[in-house]
């Protein structure tokens, strides 16, 4: 680049970069995603390494955060408050432990601790002779906000120290404050129902209730706290970074319990693969892991250039947000009829993945988010989860963005849409729709179905639109020949979904009910339903009141099956099938081995630790066990974790048995 050109970006990287630093410290309200906000500032420090000519103080390079908002009292922190280096790669992190052994001349490995990256507000609380005497923000790393009243709500700062354990008069102690996801979730749910906008993350929401100005608002937000090092403190002296939060500890802060000493850059690369793995199951938001050489006097020797310490580095994983273009809004129809707005992405990389589409749910959703087409929106995609649109960033929009409205008539087949009263969908309610024709195929022949291989989405798609089938009876009279018309069909594939037809003639009889799509019917229900019938024939001739007597099985579900059962054409479906040979096949029934905590029903409260609600879930599911919401005289367990709320009291008087999230860990054998 010439040299004009480089002034130029750099000094439109620095407008850019303090323009983004005040909508994220000072509003709490991002334009841009962490992710880009990163490639902005690595474009900055890496023109500033190459031209050096170029730096100045004032660099947003050097600098951490923004100057404090005048509504908090700025103060400054006992010793400055400083950011950490990025490592991108696993390659990056084996470049930073290299460079500190040549910086120091060292063969040996280095001891590391090792933690997760939460993903959160660092804070600063300075004690004085054990008494929380102010809370700070980062602000610019040399001066904080004021935010001590707002922290004093915190259930999890101790406001006085434990006597027993020896702390030094003055000390500075500091950590992120977050919010747990599922209280995140709950907050969100409450603000949608006060019209009140959603906060874009967990982060964002902590960050938001950190900075009230009335802390009565802040002690309504579920804030939380890990305690990660320590700043100023009046000459203790501590060996290394394990044994200062051990210390730490035992004065009563909370430490994340993932922290762990290894040794050598291979035990941090070890970490950094496992959180990774861990990431979608913890019950909090992480982005990275944290790298600390762990020996005091090591780190003292390494030392810190302006903004960050030589001696540690966030080791950061792939981004989950992102912010893209709504190019377009298309209308699909699915196997129910219902018809569902979805959002036509520009592609990004989420989460190792490539998105180019996200539900919008129905038309309340659209109008609620206000996602136009055209808008620059927040995606993200939390673990394994599907991905969707978070908000629309409404800041960003150039005018050119246009409205979008569901159809009256179906985009599939043309015939009239209707929105039964107090329903949010609007469907087409003509059987014979060709998109449901195909969605009702696809859910039939998919994994949870009869998981017939190779009957994906465009050959049965094909086979609709050819007229050689119907419904899902239709493909056990398939032939080659016929398949072999089709478009890209040789007969050698011709054959193989032949013999996967074949071979899902005998499917589990609760894969089988499921595959019918029948309303209400999900795999839960249709679990239970395989457990008291043998036939389909059965199942057919069942009335309400044998339904209703099925454990977990409601009128709405019982009524659902029920006309299900009655109409003509699903019974003639039912003949149809059987003549094609289709005979499901009883499940066996557990053995204790299988599932030890068969007729055992569980109720989660509180937030656990090392466990997120989902995947407990599936643990106990996986052995044999039930989850339920609500907590009856049927619930054998309640799992009560950190701050369990009103159940435990309603558990104790039913005499329902009551884990902690240790228990539960030791009786799933976990
Ligand atoms: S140590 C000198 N440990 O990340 C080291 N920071 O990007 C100071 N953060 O300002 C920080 N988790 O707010 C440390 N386990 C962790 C952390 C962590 C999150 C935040 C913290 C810091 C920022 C730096």
Redesign the pocket.
Known sequence: METDAVLARINELRVLIEHHNQRYYQLDDPEITDAEYDRLMQELISLETDYPHFKTPQSPAER?GAPPVRTLMAVPHLSP????ANAFSEQEIIEFDNRLKRRQDMTASIDYLV????????VNLIYNRGALALGLT?GDGITGEDVTANLKTIAAIPAQLDMRFPYPAEMEI?G?VLIYKENFKALNRQRSEMAESPFANPRNAAAGSLRQLDPSVTALRPLDI?F??MGENSGMTCPDQWTLLQTISLWGFKI?PLARLVHGIDGCLDFYRELNELRPTLPYEIDGM?I?VSSLDLQKRIGSVSR??RW?I?CKFAALQEITEVEDIKVQVGRTGVLTPVAILKPVRLGGAMVSRASLHNEDEVSRKDIRIGDKVLVQRAGDVIPEIVKSLESLRNGRETLFSMPLYCPQCGSRVVRPAGEAARRCVRLSCPAQVKERIRHFASRDGLDIDGLGESLIGQLVDNKLIRDPGDLFFLTEGQLITLDRMGSKSARNIIDAVKAAKNPPFDKFIYALGIRHVGQRTAKILSTRFTRISELMDATSDDLLQLHDIGPEMAGSLVSFCEQADNRALMAKLEQGGVIPRKPKAPTREAAPLAAKSFVFTGSMNGFARTEAKRLVESLGGTVTEGLSRATTYLVAAENPGSKLQKARTLGTIILSENEFLKLTNS
């Open positions: 951490v408050m400083l950011s950490l933690e997760p990256k939460l993903d959160g507000v660092g980062r500091r992120e890990f990660y090092t994340n944290v600390k960050a310490p540690a966030a």
